[in-house]
Nanobody, 124 residues
Framework: QVHFVESGGGAVQPGGSLRLSCAVSGSTISLHTMGWFRQAPGKEREYVASITRNTGGSTHYADSVKGRFTISRDNARNAMYLQMNSLNREDTAVYYC????????????????WGQGTQVTVSS
């Protein structure tokens, strides 16, 4: 059974940075496209970024985070990361990692595998 553990969330001031990690067990992540979603209070879960199977794979970002966030993966460590810079209050949300063998599912939120989420709070 595939198990995800997100970490790295926390509280940060506007303009600050955080790095989220998603550690995977129970499967080899090189088989999967992976991504990040987030859900703010009272809002629907929204797509953040995705990365294709290989370490250094092709990346894609939501417009709201483009130029500020960087998604990466290390298949040797079975992990994925999200470097978040220039954070603002609108980035406050629970962040989830997901994975699927089909890219479309990762980007549309219909992926087979999801983590439990890590809270990111941007506040002064």
């Amino acid at each position: 059974q595939v198990h995800f553990v997100e970490s790295g969330g926390g509280a940060v001031q506007p303009g600050g940075s955080l790095r989220l990690s998603c550690a995977v067990s129970g499967s080899t992540i090189s088989l999967h496209t992976m991504g990040w979603f987030r859900q703010a209070p009272g809002k629907e879960r929204e797509y953040v970024a995705s990365i294709t199977r290989n370490t250094g794979g092709s990346t894609h970002y939501a417009d709201s985070v483009k130029g500020r966030f960087t998604i990466s993966r290390d298949n040797a460590r079975n992990a994925m990361y999200l470097q978040m810079n220039s954070l603002n209050r609108e980035d406050t949300a629970v962040y989830y990692c997901n994975a699927d063998v089909i890219l479309h599912r990762v980007r549309t939120g219909t992926a087979d595998y999801w983590g439990q989420g890590t809270q990111v709070t941007v506040s002064s």
